[in-house]
Every structure is written in structure tokens, then in C-alpha cells.
T-cell receptor, first 117, second 110 residues
Framework: GAVVSQHPSRVICKSGTSVKIECRSL??????MFWYRQFPKQSLMLMAT?????????EQGVEKDKFLINHASLTLSTLTVTSAHPEDSSFYIC?????????????FGEGSRLTVL | AQRVTQPEKLLSVFKGAPVELKCNYS??????LFWYVQYSRQRLQLLLR??SRESIKGFTADLNKGETSFHLKKPFAQEEDSAMYYC????????????FGSGTKLNVKP
């Protein structure tokens, strides 16, 4: 089956530093990748949608300069949390849509837990 | 604005009992609705889509546009159905956006 890998699964950083999270589709090409943020016991909040080779589309209220998304190829998207602060601590999840797969089926990464000290 | 509401955070039933996980949505156009499931220590995965009208693992869901609902049902719950269930909406025909509800934890007791 289609596999999406996220790295790192856990990261701890100091306030003010930047952190990059990678999302890879291992065995398929992804037309679109989505980045979500999940707070404890809450839903997945869509942050942005990224399509290969074009700028990401951010949801209202998500700072595009704070959360930089790059989708350089059909198998890789990265989320960079710039100048991280403790309030950015969260669980970040990416998902990808198969280019030729079942319409509307998303494949999820295992998530990345960010802790900003 | 689009919104997906799952009113129940936790639903506990006994094995063999019917189960219904509620999902209501608000969207101005014609959305596509999905149910995703997350079993313990696993990732989220697609359970079913309304457009395919399928039954997966005994679960079905009917889109009711009048009530803007997409409730997930199963006539006889099994212990292995215990998981977190998320209702999701895609409001774009190109599936360029997906919005999720807050999830319902289903606990099937023996």
C-alpha cells in the first residue's frame, strides 16, 4: 500500500530556532500534500495545501512566513517552523494524495511532535 | 465557512450492539464526505467515501443533504472496531482541501 513517511517523529528545539519537518511519499507520486496541526484531544486543523511546483495555499489564520512549506517534488514536501516559540509546540501531520489512486483518499504520515522550550 | 461537527467525543457500546457515530457538516456547495479511522498505534486511514456507496468492515454511511449529516453506522459492533473515527469533508472537486471533525472514540466492550 501507499506509505507516507514523516521525519523527524519527535523534535525538541530552543525558542527562536527553526525546525524542518519532511514528508515523503515512499512508493507513489503525490499530486497534493496537506499539512495539519493537532492539539491534544482536538481535531486535525488544516494548515496548508501544497501542490508540487507551486506555492502552498494557506488556511486563514496560518502565518505563511511562520510556517514555510516547500513542495519541491512529487514525493517530498517540507514544513519549516521558523523562529519557533513554545506556542508552536504541537503535533504536525502530513498527508498525501495519490496521483493516480482512489480519488479523495489521503495517506497519512505518522506525525511529528514538536516541543519548543 | 466549512465545518465538520462530531458531537460525541466518546461512544461506548457492547459487542454485538448497533453503533452510530454522528457527523454533521456545513458547506455552501456540494461536498464530498469521508470517514477516516485511526486504530491504536496506527495512522489515520480511509474507511469509506460517500461517493462510492460502499460498505467497509460492515460500516455504512449515508449522506443526507437535507440534514447535512453523514452518520457512520454498523449493525453489530465488534471489539476490533474500537478506534478513533474522524469524519472529513472535501469541498473542492479537485480534492484540494480536506477538513476533519474532532473525532469520536469508539469503545466496544466485550
Amino acid at each position: 500500500g501507499a506509505v507516507v513517511s514523516q521525519h523527524p517523529s519527535r523534535v525538541i528545539c530552543k525558542s527562536g530556532t527553526s525546525v524542518k519537518i519532511e514528508c515523503r511519499s515512499l512508493d507513489f507520486q503525490a499530486t497534493t500534500m496537506f499539512w495539519y496541526r493537532q492539539f491534544p484531544k482536538q481535531s486535525l486543523m488544516l494548515m496548508a495545501t501544497s501542490n508540487e511546483g507551486s506555492k502552498a495555499t494557506y488556511e486563514q489564520g496560518v502565518e505563511k512566513d511562520k510556517f514555510l512549506i516547500n513542495h519541491a517534488s512529487l514525493t517530498l514536501s517540507t514544513l519549516t517552523v521558523t523562529s519557533a516559540h513554545p506556542e508552536d509546540s504541537s503535533f504536525y501531520i502530513c498527508s498525501a494524495q495519490h496521483k493516480t489512486g482512489i480519488t479523495g483518499e489521503l495517506f497519512f504520515g505518522e506525525g511529528s511532535r514538536l516541543t519548543v522550550l | 465557512a466549512q465545518r465538520v461537527t462530531q458531537p460525541e467525543k466518546l461512544l461506548s457500546v457492547f459487542k454485538g450492539a448497533p453503533v452510530e457515530l454522528k457527523c454533521n457538516y456545513s458547506y455552501s456547495g456540494s461536498p464530498e464526505l469521508f470517514w477516516y479511522v485511526q486504530y491504536s498505534r496506527q495512522r489515520l486511514q480511509l474507511l469509506l467515501r460517500h461517493i462510492s456507496r460502499e460498505s467497509i468492515k460492515g460500516f455504512t454511511a449515508d449522506l443526507n443533504k437535507g440534514e447535512t449529516s453523514f452518520h457512520l453506522k454498523k449493525p453489530f459492533a465488534q471489539e476490533e472496531d474500537s478506534a478513533m473515527y474522524y469524519c472529513a469533508l472535501s469541498g473542492d472537486s479537485n480534492f484540494n482541501k480536506f477538513y476533519f471533525g474532532s473525532g469520536t472514540k469508539l469503545n466496544v466492550k466485550p
